[in-house]
């Protein structure tokens, strides 16, 4: 559960700091967004740095994470329901995680 408790903090940072120059850059807002916007794309790159396994398979497993919460942004924060295709598709990004992450060492 540390895990993909982890995986989810770090597809937030991502996301926040990705959002936020969108928002500067599509919306009109204030280029004061890219300052909270740097701190968390460097909150979500130190946060890569604490999953405990390889590299390569913390890149791999976190696409599936980072599509699923991706999904829940698109509900939350654009106000957007989502499909049942994006469920679905989020479904499936997220069991391959699993079967990335919690394979037998």
């Known amino acids: 559960m540390r895990t993909f408790l982890l995986y989810v903090a770090t ?6 700091g990705c959002y936020l ?11 004061w967004l ?3 916007a740097f701190a968390s794309l460097a909150l979500f790159a130190w946060l890569l740095t604490l999953h ?11 696409g599936g994470v980072y599509i699923g919460a991706a ?11 989502p499909t049942s295709w994006d469920v679905a598709g989020a479904a499936v ?13």
């Open 34 to 36: 890219l300052v909270p």
């Open 52 to 62: 405990p396994t390889a590299a390569g398979r913390v890149y791999a497993a976190y």
């Open 21 to 31: 120059p969108y928002l500067w850059l599509r919306e009109g807002r204030s280029a």
């Open 71 to 81: 999904i829940v942004w698109l509900w939350a924060v654009d106000g957007i329901r």
């Open 11 to 16: 597809a937030f940072a991502e996301i926040v």
């Open 93 to 105: 990004a997220l069991a391959g995680m699993g079967i990335i992450i919690f394979q037998p060492r």
